[in-house]
């Protein structure tokens, strides 16, 4: 669709400009030539208001505007458009010639699997890194969110030709860690008889803990309490660690999310990088001491506010691994890093961004997106608070799971992944468990894969009448002549700019509902009109090819969101 629309944004401009010459319109420059979507089939295939924005410098009626730019068109000289029709004030509506329709579907027949890729993004290394959720508990609906958009960016990325990676950043370091080590190690003497004892401040209440720490002192007894607290706090805390990102990796591999790459925090801060960091800043004059602490001149780039980087006691705060992690994509070789974070972090964002300004890299390197807020809401309609140091939010499995009991396991990471991705990124999401499980056989994802299924059937029914497909280049696809037909054709060719766009945009939601417009136009189609039809062949041999086309975009677009494509239903 956006080679034919320069095509045609190529014959107005000329005869546009003919008709600047010609005298007949007394404008100077040709303009910039729009083009909108008709509304109906009945409306054309495209349509621009290029001349009611012409109306004011050529002092002249949209309508007469229109009238001339189209005498200036010669449509025989125009293979792919068979006519022009001026409407309403003066919107020039185009409608496109059979050739282009047919040009269409055997593109979708010819690539297969590869309709909808592009070559925009090759030689170009991109990496995503997403959820990257603190090792301290089980991942939240709010990291479910996440996982299902960044996968599908990384998947939308590697469909337009770059090479993009799935990154996984694992914060095993610094006070939140410990604090689970705290946590662990009052559960795990709770667990031995101790009483009297409670999780300290900033620790972690969830149940999840306590039987974890039950675990521990079922199969180790009071082994470890010959350990200094200090001794158990850090054996603890290694030991909660590896347990919590274990489950975390089981949790991401059941919602298909399988990253290329996890990267810890305490191996950046092991292997010197921090230091080498305050090194560079000093060197740059970007520091200086004050109040014992050590500072960042982060006012020098615009902020209303230095920071600290080494804190009086002499640990560095969290900004300096994350500036040594940034400069370790860049020596990886990352031509644009991406992070997604979530909502807690739009404060960070800026100060991120002027540190990675501060080693010196190109403004649009490093790309910060927000995945907004996931809220959780009862069957009152009211908002839970969620946080996982008090233990009150609603696992990702847990999600799962409840819809499982509804829909079965593979559907239900159908449902959890579309439900997350059909809502922009910096839109709230409000989460209505409850609703989404009684209403789960209703969830738009089955109305778009009820549309593949059906795909499916109608070439199992073929088979069944000995019905073959045909070479699309041995079929005359002239004979498509419904305006349901050509609705379909004009949908499946937006495809491949809809992908496009997703991704360059980071737009992962505009997928779902490209989809979710497809199955709404195929659905009407497949009960108003017969298929196998063994008294007209040769329309029926048509009618296959562009089930096929429907098919196969149906299925592209599922595999980019991470979710099936079934046969049946």
Not at 123 to 142: C, D, M, W, Y
Not at 255 to 275: H, L, Q, Y
Not at 513 to 527: K, R, S, V
Request: with cysteine; glycine share 6%; net charge negative.
């Amino acid at each position: 669709m956006d080679e034919i629309k320069l095509e045609i944004y190529d014959i107005l401009k000329g005869a546009i400009r003919a008709a600047i010459e010609s005298g007949e319109l007394p404008i100077s420059d040709v303009p910039e030539i729009p083009f909108s979507p008709t509304k109906t089939p009945e409306h054309g295939d495209i349509a621009t208001p290029v001349a009611l924005g012409l109306a004011k410098s050529a002092k002249m009626a949209p309508r007469a505007i229109a009238e001339i730019i189209v005498k200036h068109v010669d449509c025989d000289k125009c293979p792919h458009i068979r006519d022009l029709e001026i409407a309403g004030p003066g919107f020039i509506n185009v409608y496109l010639s059979n050739e282009w329709l047919d040009d269409t579907l055997k593109t979708i027949v010819d690539a297969q699997d590869a309709y909808g890729s592009g070559e925009i993004g090759i030689g170009k290394r991109v990496q995503i890194e997403f959820v990257s959720a603190n090792p301290t508990g089980p991942l939240n609906i709010v990291s479910g969110r996440a996982a299902a958009v960044g996968d599908t960016l990384v998947n939308l990325l590697n469909a337009v030709g770059y090479e993009a990676i799935r990154e996984y950043y694992v914060n095993d370091a610094g006070g939140q860690v410990e604090r689970l080590g705290e946590s662990i190690d009052v559960r795990y003497r709770q667990a031995l008889g101790e009483k009297n004892l409670e999780i300290p401040e900033g620790g972690y209440q969830g149940e999840y803990l306590q039987e974890f720490a039950q675990t521990i002192a079922a199969e180790e007894g009071d082994a470890y309490l010959k350990l200094s607290q200090e001794e158990r706090v850090e054996l603890f805390r290694d030991k909660g660690v590896e347990h919590l990102l274990g489950q975390q990796k089981v949790s991401l591999e059941r919602f298909r999310v399988n990253f290329d790459v996890w990267t810890s925090e305490k191996a950046i801060r092991d292997s010197g990088k921090p230091d080498e960091i305050i090194e560079m800043f000093r060197e740059k004059d970007y520091l200086y001491e004050a109040e014992g602490a050590t500072w960042f001149r982060m006012t020098d780039f615009g902020d209303d506010k230095d920071c600290v980087v080494i804190r009086t006691n002499g640990e560095y705060t969290y900004f300096v691994p994350d500036a040594a992690y940034h400069h370790d994509k860049f020596d990886r070789g990352f031509d644009k890093v991406i992070d997604l974070l979530g909502p807690d972090h739009q404060g960070h964002v800026t100060r991120l961004k002027n540190f990675v300004k501060a080693l010196g890299l190109a403004d649009d390197w490093l790309e910060v997106d927000i995945i907004q807020q996931v809220n959780l809401v009862d069957s009152d309609g009211n908002r839970r608070d969620m946080s996982k140091r008090q233990g009150q939010f609603l696992t990702l499995d847990s999600l799962i799971d409840e819809l499982a009991d509804a829909v079965g396991e593979r559907f239900a990471v159908d449902v959890a992944r579309y439900f997350f991705l059909m809502r922009a990124n910096n839109s709230h999401l409000d989460f209505n468990l409850e609703l989404a499980v009684t209403q789960a056989n209703e969830n738009p994802v089955f109305y778009i894969q009820y549309a593949h299924a059906r795909c499916c059937s109608i070439f199992q029914q073929g088979k069944e009448q000995q019905i073959e497909l045909k070479p699309s280049t041995e079929v005359s696809l002239a004979l498509l002549t419904e305006a349901h037909e050509h609705e379909l054709i004009r949908k499946l060719a937006e495809f491949p700019a809809i992908v496009l766009s997703s991704a360059e945009e980071r737009e992962a939601h505009r997928i779902p509902h490209y989809l979710h417009e497809l199955a709404g136009i195929f659905h009407p189609y497949y009960n108003q009109h017969r298929v196998l039809d063994a008294s007209n062949m040769e329309r029926t041999y048509a009618r296959l090819i562009l089930i096929q086309s429907v098919q196969t975009v149906l299925a592209n677009g599922l595999r980019l969101l991470g979710i099936s494509a079934p046969e049946s239903m």
